[in-house]
């Protein structure tokens, strides 16, 4: 257990104030694993992270593909940039989640993936304004489009990146995938489950024909009741994909904001 001026908490340690690090790096791996079962795997790419109890942040490391990633795959970044796991390397792209923790301090979890409906459907352009279908609806407040198809790699473009995200729950990037942030990766990741799926509704329904918004009244009564229980639908979206793979959703949880 850790004290008061030592050394900052690692995972499986207690920070001060009794903020518990157990199972984050396990929860970043589950995440990865849930989001490759669900097709949004693409090669080696796309990456999780999850901020830590001392404000670093784990996140997958460069490697194997969602599919196969372990806690052992997972990079403890400090507060200070350092890398304190040696023998990992960072995606390019970490930068990304760098960006919007800096700029979201509600933000515990965040993950970017590649799924091919998603990146089909971005090289379409901003999708069209209204709600198509029940999974879209917790983005209706507001779903950022970033029309840079370049990599987030760097802190220039990270930073633009999470003034384009703003206080949303997500984005989608212009030929390239999404991204979505919760308070924890129970929620971020739920949330990139129904990206995923509001994205390929939409390209389904407009290879055969034109599909129509919702009409107001009905997603006012739909985000109404959506949102009054948002916080449980995302934990039972959660469980519910971690024991399709086997996975502990408790690792996943509560993670610190
Ligand atoms: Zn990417």
Known sequence: MSVP????????????????????TAGVATACRVLAADGQDHFCFGHVSARSADGGVFVKAVGP???????AEVAEIGPDG???????????????HHGIYARRPDVGAVVHTHPLAVQS???????????????EVPFAAGLAWYDDPALVADPARAAAFAACLGGARGALLRAHGLVTVGADLAEATALALLLHRAVSVRLAAMAVGSPRPLPPAALDGLWSAFEAGHRGRMTAIWADAC????ADAGDGIGEVR
Not at 121 to 135: E, F, K, N
Request: glycine share 18%.
């Open 121 to 135: 459907a971005t090289t379409l352009g901003p999708p069209a304004g209204g709600v198509y279908s029940q999974d």
């Open 65 to 71: 593909s969602l599919a196969r990633v372990t806690a």
């Open 5 to 24: 001026g030592s050394a900052p908490p690692r995972n499986g340690t207690v920070a001060p104030g009794g903020i518990l690090n157990v199972g984050r």
């Open 82 to 96: 350092a890398l304190r796991t040696p023998g990992l390397r960072l995606h390019e792209e970490t930068a990304l």
């Open 243 to 246: 024991a399709g793979i086997g």
